[in-house]
Structure formats: structure tokens, C-alpha cells
């Protein structure tokens, strides 16, 4: 069993930066792909961005591309989310996910799933 904590959430003016952070309960090996999602009042959770272990392939949402940058830490049960040019729209909670079976766009793919943590921006 693997448990995720995510934390450096909080409230921004637009144009800011935050930085989360994922941190895994054990060593993950060298097949847990980490991702976020995030969920914003009365909509579906969607997808952000995903990472392999060994941080060579990412994949992101055409809405992030560009602003946000998904990396693993040292070891490798670390997954940060650096979110630069931040905007009113990416208000929500960021919730991290973990599998043993790749990254993928699909909530489903993903076995292990954080508490969540708010990013709030305000115009």
C-alpha cells in the first residue's frame, strides 16, 4: 500500500507561482508513475499533468503547457508540480495519484490517490 501527501497549496493573485508537492509513504521502485488532477467547485476532477519514475516522459493538459512543470524528486517517491503564470481558472483542489501502471490522462489508471490540497487565485 502506498500513501500520498500533497502539500505547498494556498492562495495566490493571478500571475503567481506555487510549488506542490507529492511525497509517497515508502519507496515506490522504479514503475510508479506519479500524476495531478485537479477538481474545481461543481466541475469533474481532470487531468493536469503525469510523470514516469524515472522522470523522462510527462505529459500535460493543453490547459497547463507552457505555465506548469511536473518533475520527481531524489529518491524518486517525490513528485513536485511547480505552477507558474497562475490564473483565476486554476482554482481548485489538486488532489496526486500514483500507478504501478504507467502515466495516463484517466483517473481509473491511477491505484493511489492524496487528501488534496486548495490552490486558490484571485484576479
Known amino acids: 500500500q502506498v500513501q500520498l501527501v500533497e502539500s505547498g497549496g494556498g492562495s495566490v493573485q493571478a500571475g503567481g507561482s506555487l510549488r506542490l508537492t507529492c511525497a509517497a509513504s515508502?519507496?515506490?521502485?522504479?514503475?510508479?508513475?506519479m500524476g495531478w488532477f485537479r477538481q474545481a467547485p461543481g466541475k469533474e476532477r481532470e487531468f493536469v499533468a503525469a510523470?514516469?519514475?524515472?522522470?523522462?516522459?510527462?505529459d500535460y493538459a493543453d490547459s497547463v503547457k507552457g505555465r506548469f512543470t511536473i518533475s520527481r524528486g531524489n529518491p524518486a517517491n517525490t513528485s513536485y508540480l511547480q505552477m507558474n503564470g497562475l490564473k483565476p481558472e486554476d482554482t481548485a483542489i489538486y488532489y496526486c495519484?500514483?500507478?504501478?501502471?504507467?502515466?495516463?490522462?484517466?483517473?481509473?489508471?491511477?491505484?493511489?490517490w492524496g487528501q488534496g490540497t486548495q490552490v486558490t487565485v484571485s484576479s
Open positions: 515508502r519507496r515506490t521502485g522504479i514503475s510508479f508513475a
Open positions: 495519484a500514483g500507478s504501478f501502471r504507467g502515466i495516463a490522462r484517466t483517473m481509473s489508471q491511477y491505484t493511489y
Open positions: 510523470i514516469t519514475s524515472a522522470g523522462r516522459n510527462k
